[in-house]
């Protein structure tokens, strides 16, 4: 998700939408990847997956059904769309290079209880302004 927008525009002729600002990525560990060392910590207490979360430059254009854009992590680039990562739910915490995942920051456990108990597919929900309001309180606005 956007947590600000430089721009944005509807294409009339393709009827298509498109964005550029600052994107809010979550990461989980994937257990079907292995790729690298595991985080030290893979649950909050509650039991729910850790999160991790990056905030990165990122243009998302509609294609099809979809709004799809790409963010970059230590020079790799990883496909993003929607809100979040893929349509709502987290991207994998092994596609960022392990040289830089230190640049990930744990999102706090009362705020991925809020995502985890309001997510859904395509939309994050009730989630997104306490998401919004972190993350820009993390990154800066």
């Known amino acids: 998700m956007f947590i600000s927008k430089s721009s944005h525009g509807y294409y009339r002729g393709t009827e298509q939408h498109s964005g550029r600002g600052r994107y809010l990525a979550l990461f989980s560990w994937n257990s079907f990847k292995a790729d690298g060392p595991?985080?030290?910590r893979l649950a909050y207490d509650n039991g729910k997956p850790m999160l991790w979360a990056t905030v990165r430059?990122?243009?998302l254009a509609q294609l099809g059904h979809f709004m799809m854009g790409t963010i970059v992590?230590?020079?790799k680039s990883i496909t993003?769309?929607?809100?979040i990562g893929h349509d709502g739910l987290p991207l994998d915490y092994q596609d960022v290079p392990v040289a830089y995942r230190h640049l990930l920051v744990e999102v706090p456990a009362?705020?991925?209880a809020v995502y985890w108990a309001d997510n859904g597919h395509n939309d994050v929900g009730s989630a997104r302004p306490i998401l919004r309001d972190w993350a820009r309180t993390q990154f800066g606005a």
Do not use: L
């Open 110 to 112: 009362d705020v991925a």
């Open 80 to 83: 993003v769309s929607g809100p």
């Open 57 to 59: 430059s990122c243009s």
């Open 38 to 40: 595991a985080p030290a």
């Open 73 to 75: 992590i230590g020079g």
